[in-house]
């Protein structure tokens, strides 16, 4: 029979390494229904109870250097069904935040700290995104029953603040006319600001909290300084 | 956004024209408006999204699992830009069976991860035919426009 030590290094084990996760870990009953209920469980050794074990035991180098945090979507099905209301997608970011920045996978980190300094993932200059938003602008009142369309940029006290999802200014910019469309049919009073527009939030993805705040701050700040009261954030 | 797009429609500020597609739609849940969000804010965004389909369309069905019980999409949690991409298809499959199974021509979700997600991987599963619109698009494609 195969010897606990010769599976792990059992030196490693230490519960007190996490001890300062709210998610409620150590209730982890092992019954697996989190791992039946996940569609990722399989991929590369993965199943969310495997995880939550990992993290029980305090194997931190294993967790936080492992892909399984990153594969993982957050989607919340293995919370739902835990007996145990274990908190695992929460604890998942937790662990993503543990990860040196440098290291964190992809493009998000680079596209957060982009956000960070120039307002938006893209790093696109205030010149340009007015542009692209005016240039979109024209198609649509180019459209029967749109004529005279105009994009409201930083429209003091208007009723609603529209965040902008920075694909929606990069490949997709079609998809931006759809809300326009409606506020338009609507005769809504609306407005998007010209600069720190960025609709999505990657410190959500990476666990940054810091940057979160930053990013919900400056929605925040554009609502005080053009006095909206409403907020359409459909990223 | 839910809420907006009901009291447009309630209000009479907008006019739907209910008849502009005939195709068999499904409706996907995004795990941050349903699950996420019952479980964050105590109320999950189910019947909202399920009242303006039933405004926008004659024939739409529901993909089984639904609501609380719905599968992700395999594109939420940044799991777009991580470069994982072999592991995000595949995360896809289950989505892509349901969808599959209702026989609908046309997805319809509210959410950019989801759209993007699904738009991507379609094609890996022979569904290339398959439309995927967001319910704010599907709302504007059917403006009546005085």
Redesign the interface.
Known sequence: MTKPDEIMDLSQIDHGVFRSFPFLQDHCITCGICSSSC??SG??GFDPRKLVRLISLGMKDEAVDS?WP????????C??VCPMDIHI?DL?RAVRSMRERDKV????HK?LEAAIRTGNNLGLPKEDFIFILEDVGEEIAEE???EGFTVPIDKDGAN?LTTI?N?LVNTHTE?L???W??FY???EDWTVPSDQWEG?N?G???GDDQAMKTMVGRIADHMDRLKVKNL???? | MFDLLIKYIREGRITLDKSKYDVLATYHDPCNYGRKAERLFGHGFFDEPRWVMDQCLENWVDLYPDRNDQFCCGGGGGTMTTGYNEERIYYGRKKMEQIKATGAGMVVVPCHSCHGQLNNIKKEYGMEELTVKYLWELVADILVIN
């Open positions: 569609p990722v991929i590369d892909r990153w594969i993982c979507t957050m989607c919340g099905k919370q739902y997608p998942v996978p992809g493009i998000l596209g029967p029953g749109f609603i999802h694909k998809d006319k759809h809300w469309k409606i049919a609507a005769g999505t990657w959500l993805f990476t359409l954030w459909p990223e």
